[in-house]
């Protein structure tokens, strides 16, 4: 699966443009990274590679096919190849297990691995949250929840919003290493941030600085 954005712009007041002639490319399996500072375009970016917002002006090509010119039934199936995670955890009323399993259930209701849930909930020491409303988890944990939610989904391209932040040290190298086996699993993984990682600079396939809407570097 690739995707390519051609002359995008994009604007949310109809005057000033937050992006601005923007042409990238995710052609193969890799860590792709969106650097930045606030306000530099780099969310509004994320959701135009995720299908979420149509660009204003420019082309989102899904294997050199124009995805906002496809047929309602096509862009289901390409979405359905996708997740995106904001940077701002969004649970839904119920437990942090309800939560785990939700992206499963509504992907076509296919069945929920539980060994594989349960191999991340060891993997990540959550254990003693699975049970736990998810209007009790802290910062920390209902991020995870939402990484993990997206993860098991196994999706072809991931995006990821500020996925670190209210990570501890041990569960951001953790997950450093499981997004390096998605894209040894052939995906696709795009993620936005201002702090890179060591070990995210060492694995990054490509890095991508925006400024003002613009990219300056890649």
Same mark, same amino acid.
């Given at each position: 699966m690739e995707i390519r954005l051609e002359n995008v712009w994009f604007t949310y007041d109809g005057s000033s443009y937050v992006l601005k #002639?923007? &042409?990238l490319e995710f052609? &193969?399996?890799?860590l792709y990274i969106l650097m930045g500072p606030n306000?530099?375009?780099k969310t509004t970016l994320l959701k135009i590679i995720s299908l979420l917002f149509k660009p204003t002006k420019g082309r989102v090509l899904i294997d050199n096919a124009d995805f906002w010119n496809m047929i309602e039934k096509d862009k289901q199936e390409v979405r359905s190849r996708i997740a995106y995670v904001r940077d701002k955890p969004i649970l839904v009323r119920g437990t942090a /297990?309800? #939560?785990l399993e939700l992206g499963l259930k509504l992907r076509n209701n296919v069945?929920?691995?539980k060994s594989l849930i349960n191999n991340l909930v060891k993997r990540y020491m959550l254990e003693d949250l699975l049970s736990k409303p998810a209007s009790k988890l802290s910062s920390g944990q209902a991020k995870i929840i939402t990484i993990l939610r997206a993860l098991i989904l196994n999706p072809r391209i991931l995006a990821l919003d500020e996925p670190f932040t209210f990570l501890d040290n041990t /569960?951001?190298?953790?997950?450093?290493?499981d997004l390096a086996k998605l894209v040894d699993n052939g995906s696709i993984i795009i993620i936005a941030t201002h702090y890179?990682? /060591?070990d995210l600079r060492t694995r990054a396939k490509q890095i991508t600085e925006l400024v003002n809407g613009e990219i300056i570097h890649t």
């Open positions: #002639n923007v &042409n052609a &193969n399996p890799g306000g530099s375009g /297990r309800y #939560n069945e929920v691995d /569960r951001t190298m953790l997950l450093i290493q890179m990682h /060591r």
